[in-house]
């Protein structure tokens, strides 16, 4: 019951992460006032937001491969990996 929603809540992420990214783009551009406290604390939640999909990236293109898989199968938090990565 749960693998589906981890997954559901994986593939939303994946294809709403644009929407951080062009917040970020504009704030660099200077679109958006820099002195507030909402936009700033805004900036940091859209770079903490795209961090976390880089690394997910990384872990998906080079960690939790096929090749890695016998790996990963005896560790405690396999479930998680398999739902993420491997499905």
């Known amino acids: 019951m749960l693998t589906p929603i981890i997954q559901w809540l994986d593939a939303g992420f994946q294809k709403l992460i ?8 504009l704030y660099s551009f200077g679109v958006f006032k820099k002195g507030t406290a909402r936009i700033h604390l805004l900036h940091k939640l859209c770079a903490v937001l795209v961090a976390a999909f880089l690394i997910r990236c990384f ?8 090749v890695n898989y016998h790996r990963f199968v005896d560790q405690g938090y396999f479930p998680l990996v398999r739902a993420l990565f491997y499905d």
Not at 18 to 25: G, S, V
Not at 59 to 66: E, G, K, V
């Open 59 to 66: 872990l998906a293109q080079f960690i939790f491969t096929p």
């Open 18 to 25: 644009f929407i951080p990214a062009i917040f970020l783009i």
